[in-house]
């Protein structure tokens, strides 16, 4: 299980050590494509670490954690609209995160110091979303284990160079979009690798097709209108999931395979279209 493989992954760094006494916390990076697991492996670490490491303090988030508020992401939208830029009307890719909450939380939380962190209510305003109020989000006192997750964690920029040939490519996805709208999400990327550089571990899920995500997203969406009632169909699923690829299409592969962390501090779980975890290698 991608559990066990992660817990053991994290436990090993730990062996005799005095968790206690380490100047700063472990960070651990996690990161997966929409739908593969990410956020329940997330939250299934998080209680096996703190079984096996009883008198650890475990704090997990997430990149979602740190959207804009709906008033700053309207304006961003706004602007996105007049420029005909579709990848930035609506929260989810680099440029609809609040970095400078991301970057205070994570100095207050290596310094081991009090940190509220934000949440983040996906159905407000009709679900375009909005942070919750300061008196939702969670007071976290210390820490010896942060556990952070996103889809896009670890994606780097490219060099503006080198995008027009990566764009020239067979992957027609990112073709559909102007090359000055992918220039200013890859533009926008960048200042999420300071986030990067703040983890010490990093596991991330490697698919053997990134279209798994368009099934996923799917039966996602299938599993809610049976509990709910309500959902999106499966074209707005592919509509709505059209809009994030051409980020997957430009940087996932890349960032498998050069990953994040220094040699052997990056945990790779190899999944298929079910999520069956087939193998995990560290790198």
């Not at 299980?1 to 436990?11: G, H, Q």
């Not at 934000?118 to 284990?145: L, N, T």
Request: aromatic share 10%.
């Amino acid at each position: 299980m991608s559990v066990e493989a992660a817990s053991k992954f994290i436990l090993k760094a730990l062996e005799n050590v005095d968790i206690k006494s380490l100047k700063a916390p472990l960070v651990v990076g996690i990161s997966g494509p929409q739908g593969s697991g990410k956020s329940w492996l997330t939250v299934e670490l998080k209680s096996a670490l703190e079984r096996a490491l009883p008198e650890a303090i475990v704090v997990q988030f997430s990149m979602d954690d740190v959207y804009l508020t709906h008033e700053e992401q309207s304006k961003v939208t706004t602007v996105a609209r007049k420029e005909g830029n579709a990848l930035l009307q609506g929260r989810g890719l680099p440029g609809t995160h609040d970095l400078r909450l991301a970057t205070t939380i994570f100095e207050k939380l290596k310094r081991r110091e009090p940190v509220q962190i934000p949440r983040y209510d996906k159905s407000a305003f009709d679900g375009e979303g909005d942070r919750c109020p300061e008196s939702q989000w969670e007071h976290v006192a210390s820490s010896d284990i942060v556990l952070f997750e996103g889809w896009f964690n670890g994606f780097c920029s490219v060099d503006s160079i080198e995008l027009p040939y990566l764009m020239s490519g067979p992957t027609s996805v990112v073709q559909n979009y102007p090359m000055y709208h992918i220039g200013e999400i890859n533009q926008r990327l960048k200042a999420y690798e300071r986030i990067w550089s703040e983890f010490d571990k990093f596991i991330y899920f490697r698919t053997n097709d990134v279209n798994n995500v368009y099934t996923w997203r799917e039966q996602q969406e299938h599993a809610l209108i049976k509990e709910r009632g309500r959902g999106m169909s499966d074209d707005q699923v592919r509509n709505f999931v059209n809009r994030y690829m051409p980020v997957y299409s430009l940087y996932y592969r890349t960032m498998c395979d050069s990953r994040v962390c220094s040699p052997g501090n990056n945990l790779q779980l190899d999944i298929n279209l079910d999520r069956t975890l087939s193998s995990s290698s560290i790198h």
